[in-house]
């Protein structure tokens, strides 16, 4: 059982705009940065978005990041097949002294 | 380019030990703390270990907590995960992510390496 709970599947169509969600508690994204990462099937994961809603150099804006509260959301816009992936969002947790992810949301591009 | 590169990984029996090192390239090695993460079989990642530039400031997931221990040789460009004890719900890949800052915390992982697949199995 992950510390941050995500939706186990998400889908879309091609050039579609699609969310995925993260929820944790006040002692994880309730006070402090939610990083999301991608996984490509059979790679290693990648750095997508940090410090809530900020993209590494090279990474489309087609990808954003939110915060609100003790929930955060990655979405993609302008949905490409390429974009079908394992999306993990992470986060560190003050009570556990360390950081913790979301159990991952693999993304269906129909 | 930044390059991390795992090895060390295998098949190995409960109750033994093992030794996994991460040689890294392309970047200033002792600027950045380093982690180690893991990802059982068709699961989700899950942190085990970060070390801060200088090796002094240094955390572990309680899973790991007492059997494993982290470690690093600056002027080798190399991180270590000693893994003591082994447990079978230990089987995973296990990646060497450097973070975005000198300290471990709270834990931004902006490169990996490909990871080492370790299996603990009699």
């Known amino acids: 059982q992950s510390v941050l709970t995500q939706p186990p599947s998400a889908s879309g169509t091609p050039g579609q705009r699609v969310t995925i969600s993260c929820s944790g508690s006040?002692?994880?994204?309730?006070?402090?940065?939610v990083n999301w990462y991608q996984q490509l099937p059979g790679t290693a994961p990648k750095f997508l978005i940090y410090?809530?809603?900020r993209r590494p150099s090279g990474v489309p804006d087609r990808f954003s990041g939110s915060k609100s509260g003790t929930s955060a959301s990655l979405a993609i816009s302008g949905l490409q097949s390429e974009d079908e992936a394992d999306y993990y969002c992470?986060?560190?947790?003050?009570?556990?002294?360390?950081?913790?992810f979301g159990g991952g949301t693999k993304l269906t591009v129909l | 380019e930044v390059q991390l590169v795992e090895s060390g990984g295998g098949l190995v029996q409960p109750g033994r030990s093992l030794r996994l090192s991460c040689a890294a390239a392309?970047?200033?090695?002792?600027?950045?703390?380093m982690h180690w993460v893991r990802q059982g079989p068709g699961k989700g990642l899950e942190w085990v270990s970060g070390?801060?530039?200088?090796?002094?400031?240094?955390g572990y997931a309680d899973s790991v907590k007492g059997r494993f221990t982290v470690s690093r040789d600056n002027a080798k460009n190399s991180l270590y995960l000693q893994m003591n004890s082994l447990r079978p719900e230990d089987t995973a890949f296990y990646y060497c992510?450097?973070?975005?800052?000198?300290?471990?915390?709270?834990?931004?992982?902006?490169?990996w390496g490909q990871g080492t697949l370790v299996t603990v199995s009699s």
């Open positions: 410090s809530d809603d």
């Open positions: 992470a986060a560190w947790d003050a009570s556990l002294n360390g950081p913790v």
């Open positions: 006040s002692s994880n994204i309730g006070s402090n940065t």
């Open positions: 070390l801060s530039w200088n090796g002094i400031s240094v």
């Open positions: 992510a450097r973070d975005r800052s000198s300290g471990w915390s709270p834990g931004d992982f902006d490169r």
């Open positions: 392309g970047f200033t090695f002792d600027n950045y703390a």
